[in-house]
Each structure stands twice: as C-alpha cells, then as structure tokens.
C-alpha cells in the first residue's frame, strides 16, 4: 500500500482536553459544548455515534460523565477542513426520477460522498450537477438528499430525497423499518443451511477502527443489527445467497457473514480476498485471481428497495441488474462448479 492510500485511512485528533482536578461530574455532549467553538449538540451526538469521542482511549457514549482527569479526545477519518461539494458532470444511472425523490443504481468503485481522500469523483458530485436544490441534512454540507449509504464498492440502489419533507419521510421509513432493501452476496464457503437469521450487535472494532465486528449483547457496545438471508444457489467452496435488512448498521451484511464464519468474496477488510475454501491446486488458485480481478471489491450488490412515495404514499419497489463483473464471476462459478 502506498504513502498516499495509508493516508486515507488514518485517525485524526481534532481536539483533546484533559478535565480538571475539580472537575463536576457532566455529560460529555455538554462538556464539548463549552470547548468546542461553532458545534451543535447534534453533531457531538453524531460524532459520539461513530465512536469518535474517546474518554481515556476508549469510545464513550454521549451519555457519558465526564470525571476529573479524564483525557478526552475527538478523532475523525479526515483533517480539520472544509468540504466543499462541487458539481461535476459525471454520468448516472437514474433508474426513477418524480417531484419527491430519486432513485439511483451506484457502479462498484464510486464513493456516495466527498471525505478525506475523496473531494471529488462522488455519487454526490454527480447529483448537484444534475439535480438543483437538494436538501441539506443536518451540517452535513457534503452530503445533500442522502438518506442513506452504501459502501464504495459495492453497487446498487440507493434513494436520494429532492425536498425537505421527503428528507424527513424517506429517513423515518429506514429508521423505522419499512423499507425494504435486499442484496446478493457471493460468500466464501458451503453455507449450511438453505436460509437463516443473523443477529449480533455491530460495532465499529476497538483494535482497528477502519472495521466493525460484533459484541456480545452482555458487551453494551454495538448496536442491535438483523440480516435474513436465504441461499439461491450454491458452487461447492462459494454461496451465492440474498440477504434482507432489517436494520442498516454500517457493514453490516460483511461483519455477519464474517461472524458466521462465511466472510464476504474479495473483502479486503474482511478477510474475503484470499482463498478461504478449496483445493491447493495451482489452477484452482489462479482461477480465484482471475475471479478476484473482475470485481473491485466485496461481491456485494444492493438489487432491490422499496419505499413509500412520501407524498402519494404509494409503494414503489425497484430491481437492478448485478454489474457486469459480478456476472461474470457468477458465470465462471457456474462452469467450475460443474467440473468434477
């Protein structure tokens, strides 16, 4: 890995206070409040939920009581710098366009929004270019309309919101369940049974924060996360299986078939790019390194999603086609697993 992409992964320390000797017992959130110029609760809370406030080098709720001596830091995955979005003329595929919201069919490789190592080449670019006035949300300059993500490399549907209301609307339907959303997954190994329900609190790994792992519920660190899933077919060392969301954790369908011991096909960060099942045969490895070029990353797809018009209040569902990539390592799966 170069200089440059060790970069982009790096911690950054914004700021760091160490509480006095008399220091009165007071939640954190409001402790930062009174350090840390031009911040609202909301974006401490924010913050807090991505476990980048550390009390003595672990990560704290905003709950939390600050306590004499405590070493407080807040870290983020980029600089201290400004954002700015620009509009940038980069082609997207609109699978449905109406007065309330849009739905888009991401490429593998395209970043949803500008952070650090990424000013530029995002799916949010792109749709200040092509849509005008997109809701805010929150402080996030960056991110306008966006009620939800997925990673950079995995592909699929994602709804953007034209207005306030449907911002609202659409961010209600995910928070409280109603959406649907479903994903194909090729992951590694014989999936034992033919469906099944994952379940384990995820959050984000105190020895690496660049990934998420589950806790144990008796643990208090994570937050409760549901992936259904079902197989569709198999290939012998390789499953392909649909997962359905019943929540939306960050990683969260890579981190359960991680915990189920199935990681995700060519996931970098999870293990998944390096041969997990099979033979030791030389052409067998050379096979899954030409699997492994034609994606860019975790075999990962959001196909389909489902939402509420938020002004006609009529259900809408949508189906994408799988990259051509993920095709074609479905079509090379398909003719390996008939070999004998």
């Given at each position: 890995?170069?200089?440059?992409e060790?970069?982009t992964?790096?911690?950054f320390?914004h ?10 017992l007071?939640r954190?959130d409001?402790?930062?409040?009174l ?9 401490i809370q924010l913050?807090a939920?991505?476990n980048?406030i550390l009390?003595?080098?672990k990560p704290v ?7 004499p ?5 807040v870290v983020l995955?980029?600089?201290?710098t ?5 509009a940038?003329d980069i082609?997207l595929?609109i ?6 919201l849009?739905i888009?069919n991401?490429?593998?490789g395209?970043v949803v ?7 530029s080449?995002?799916l949010?670019?792109a749709?200040v270019?092509?849509f005008?006035n ?5 402080d ?6 966006l009620v939800?993500?997925?990673d950079k490399?995995?592909?699929g549907l994602l ?7 449907a911002?609202?609307?659409l961010s209600k339907?995910f928070a ?5 959303r479903r994903y194909?997954?090729l ?6 049974e ?6 384990g ?8 924060r660049k990934v998420?792992?589950?806790y144990?519920e ?7 996360a ?5 197989v569709?077919?198999r290939f ?5 299986v649909?997962c359905k969301?019943e929540t939306?954790?960050?990683h969260q369908?890579?981190?359960h078939f991680k915990?189920?011991?199935?990681p ?16 030791t045969?030389?052409k067998?490895?050379?096979?899954i390194n030409?699997?492994f070029k034609?994606?860019?990353?975790q075999a990962?797809h959001?196909?389909t999603?489902?939402?509420?018009q ?5 259900f809408?569902?949508?189906?994408s086609e799988l990259?051509?990539g993920?095709e074609?390592?479905?079509?090379k799966?398909?003719a ?5």
């Amino acid at each position: 890995m170069s200089t440059e992409e060790n970069k982009t992964e790096e911690l950054f320390e914004h700021y760091n206070f160490t509480a006095d000797p008399g220091q009165d017992l007071l939640r954190i959130d409001k402790f930062l409040l009174l350090r840390i110029p031009k911040i609202s609760r909301n974006k401490i809370q924010l913050v807090a939920k991505d476990n980048n406030i550390l009390v003595n080098d672990k990560p704290v709720k905003v709950s939390y009581k600050v306590r004499p001596g405590d070493v407080i830091s807040v870290v983020l995955p980029y600089p201290v710098t400004e954002f700015k979005l620009i509009a940038e003329d980069i082609p997207l595929d609109i699978v449905y366009d109406d007065d309330q919201l849009i739905i888009v069919n991401k490429k593998e490789g395209m970043v949803v929004h500008p952070g650090f190592g990424n000013y530029s080449g995002t799916l949010m670019n792109a749709l200040v270019y092509h849509f005008d006035n997109l809701p805010k949300r929150d402080d996030f300059e960056t991110r306008p309309g966006l009620v939800h993500r997925i990673d950079k490399n995995t592909s699929g549907l994602l709804v953007i919101a034209k207005t306030e209301s449907a911002l609202s609307n659409l961010s209600k339907q995910f928070a409280n369940r109603t959406s649907q959303r479903r994903y194909w997954a090729l992951v590694w190994g014989d999936v034992a049974e033919d469906e099944g329900t994952i379940t384990g609190d995820i959050g984000r790994s105190q020895k690496d924060r660049k990934v998420y792992r589950v806790y144990d519920e008796e643990e208090g660190y994570g937050k409760h996360a549901i992936t259904h899933y079902k197989v569709i077919e198999r290939f012998r060392y390789v499953t392909l299986v649909e997962c359905k969301l019943e929540t939306g954790r960050t990683h969260q369908i890579r981190v359960h078939f991680k915990q189920l011991g199935h990681p995700l096909f060519n996931d970098p960060e999870y293990g998944g790019d390096r041969i997990l099942k099979g033979t030791t045969f030389t052409k067998y490895k050379q096979f899954i390194n030409n699997c492994f070029k034609l994606i860019k990353g975790q075999a990962l797809h959001a196909k389909t999603l489902g939402i509420t018009q938020p002004e006609t209040n009529e259900f809408l569902e949508f189906t994408s086609e799988l990259p051509e990539g993920f095709e074609q390592l479905l079509t090379k799966w398909r003719a390996y697993s008939l070999l004998d």
